[in-house]
């Protein structure tokens, strides 16, 4: 028998329960020293009660109000995913076909492209044409809607203005939108915390 | 999306995956598996019923609030942890509340309060001599590692409560290896010292 006692660190590999190829000595030794089997009893002692402490169970509605306070946002790569997902088919056949469907519409519009590419000067006027119309459009539209809100000396001032008059008066449009928008979610937010 | 049934059969990892792509249902999964584990840690360092839960609903809003810094070598659970234990350590360390009552808050200032923020404990040990027995050791050692410094309290609960090894209870804790070691040796001696009491 070895007559050296173990040491704390060494009373603590046993009852950490290690299984290295030096702890087999050691238990060898508690196995014939019984004040070395006393000191490990009394350590294990406290290493049982530890380890059959309780649980304690804290509020039922500590989830909800955690989740109250937690902002859940869906990034927009799975945003979109999910809208596709919910477009597409759950049964594998009908999947198939889609992808079919799919496929042969992507190939439809590639050729359609490569058709239009090869005929760019085509492609060029009747972008041009399409452009000018939708600009006339668009100017005559904002005219007549000047026009009848704040009549001809309104819209002779701005005419007078030039681009830059335009320009700032864009700009202020936006800008009271923007504000408007930003103010009403606020609002909104504002009010579903209070809820 | 898996349903909340396969939610539950799904490693940490996963379900954090799931989280992070705004599943509600992730998010209360993660609360589920562990608001017994946090509370009872937060309970066991503050020592206080209504306290523990505030700051164990801090811990999770605090974790869920930013799972994108979460990284992913780590377990989920020893992050959650580390968490939570610095939150209760802030606590003790603003409050000074370093040894407190197991009959109570020393906060409460009515009777309600000190008997809604005592220590219940609960045994199933078959016969009334050992669960007397059991109830017995069970509050010492309640009212031993009270008496703890906080630092031995965090490794002793987290080694023979949670189960955790030295390792992880170094990682959690942002401590070497050998310090978690010796905090834990002198745990048990404290502890050991404390209940000795009892077995006379």
Avoid at chain 1, 106 to 121: N, P
Wanted: a negative charge; one cysteine or more; aromatic letters at 6%.
């Amino acid at each position: 028998m070895n007559h050296r006692h173990l040491l704390p660190n060494e009373i603590d590999l046993l009852v950490d329960g290690e299984a290295g190829f030096g702890v087999a000595p050691l238990r060898a030794h508690v196995a014939e020293c019984d004040e070395c089997r006393a000191r490990l009893d009394d350590a294990m002692i406290v290493v049982d009660a530890l380890e059959a402490l309780p649980h304690f169970a804290p509020d039922s509605r500590l989830a909800e109000r955690v989740m109250a306070q937690v902002p859940v946002f869906v990034p927009a790569h799975v945003a979109a995913r999910d809208s596709v997902s919910r477009w597409l088919p759950t049964a594998r056949p009908a999947r198939a076909a889609a992808a079919v469907i799919g496929t042969s519409v992507a190939g439809l519009l590639t050729l359609a492209m490569v058709w239009l590419a090869s005929r760019g000067d085509a492609v060029v006027f009747a972008t041009g044409l399409f452009a000018d119309r939708l600009q006339s459009l668009v100017l005559g539209t904002a005219r007549d809607v000047v026009v009848s809100v704040f009549g001809e000396s309104a819209m002779a001032t701005l005419q007078a203005s030039g681009t830059l008059g335009v320009a700032v008066l864009v700009l202020g449009f936006l800008g009271t939108a923007l504000g408007t928008v930003l103010a009403l979610r606020r609002l909104a937010t504002a009010s579903s915390r209070r809820a | 999306m898996p349903h909340a049934l396969d939610l539950a059969n799904l490693p940490d990892a996963d379900v954090v995956a799931l989280a992070l792509e705004g599943r509600e249902a992730a998010h209360r999964e993660l609360i589920r598996r562990y608001e017994r584990p946090v509370f009872s840690l937060v309970f066991r360092m503050v020592r206080d019923r209504e306290l523990a839960e505030d700051l164990t609903q801090d811990s999770f809003i605090k974790v869920l609030s930013h799972l994108d810094r979460y990284r992913s070598e780590f377990k989920f659970s020893s992050w959650l942890f580390k968490i939570a234990n610095n939150v209760a350590i802030d606590h003790l360390r603003r409050r000074q509340l370093d040894t407190v009552s197991m009959d109570g808050s020393p906060h409460a200032t009515t009777p309600d309060a000190v008997m809604a923020s005592a220590i219940e404990l609960s045994d199933s040990s078959e016969s009334a001599l050992e669960e007397m027995e059991a109830k017995e050791l069970g509050t010492a050692i309640e009212q031993a590692i009270a008496r703890l410094r906080p630092e031995y309290r965090s490794c002793i609960l987290l080694r023979h409560v949670e189960g955790r090894s030295y390792e992880e209870i170094a990682t959690t804790l942002d401590l070497p290896l050998g310090t978690v070691k010796t905090y834990i040796h002198r745990a048990r001696h404290e502890l050991r010292r404390a209940l000795e009491h009892t077995r006379e």
